[in-house]
């Protein structure tokens, strides 16, 4: 049922190299580099640079327009948004309160983690968002699904067809079912036209 018509080797390929070179640093999560994976798998990402100060911002802003949204980047996987710590920029001037509290959420409340940079995202105005969580307990476990917080469906059994735009997930999630422990994306439907966009994404493997 999945993959029919598409073809994920490119992003099979790409994605083996990147988890390789986060196992080889000892890391357990990651987030920006799951942007880069799914990008290879043919999703839909909004526009992003990772700032590596508040400076930078600046010019990444400069570059890709606003408004954008402003993230802390972490040496381990964060819900940043129970910190309140993703801030929506649009006007530079904001620049000067969102950076220092992006920050500061983060240090106050994980002060055990390391900084590693800004991911400035380009904001997507929306109508809709979905939350999809993907699991497995066991390198041998097919995994399961669960939408929006609902209970886990066994993966065999998710129509995919309902979503057909998180099809390149699931693929990305069974093809690296040796790594992933877990993966969780969040997608936002743009107001203004009929695509969905991947906003936000965290992934835990195994070791």
């Not at 309160?97 to 400035?120: C, F, Q, R």
Request: proline share 4%; with cysteine.
């Amino acid at each position: 049922m999945f993959g029919q018509g598409h073809d994920y080797r490119i992003g099979k390929k790409k994605a083996k190299e990147i988890i390789k070179k986060i196992m080889d640093k000892g890391k357990e999560s990651f987030e920006v580099e799951v942007f880069r994976i799914l990008e290879f798998y043919g999703v839909d990402i909004p526009e992003y640079q990772v700032a590596r100060s508040k400076g930078d911002i600046y010019y990444v802003i400069d570059d890709i327009g606003l408004p954008v949204v402003v993230k802390a980047l972490t040496s381990q996987a964060v819900h940043r948004e129970d910190l309140e710590a993703v801030i929506i920029v649009r006007d530079k001037k904001d620049v000067e309160t969102a950076y220092p509290k992006a920050l500061g959420e983060i240090a106050s409340n994980l002060p055990w983690l390391t900084l590693e940079g800004i991911l400035v995202q380009k904001y997507i105005p929306h109508s809709e968002k979905v939350t999809f969580i993907f699991e497995r307990e066991s390198k041998k476990d097919k995994g399961s699904i669960s939408v929006n917080g609902e209970n886990p469906l066994k993966l065999e059994n998710f129509d995919v067809g309902l979503y057909p735009f998180v099809e390149p997930v699931v693929a990305f999630f069974k093809d690296f079912s040796e790594n992933i422990r877990m993966l969780e994306v969040d997608f936002v439907k743009a107001t203004d036209e009929d695509r969905w966009f991947l906003v936000d994404g965290k992934c835990y493997l195994f070791y």
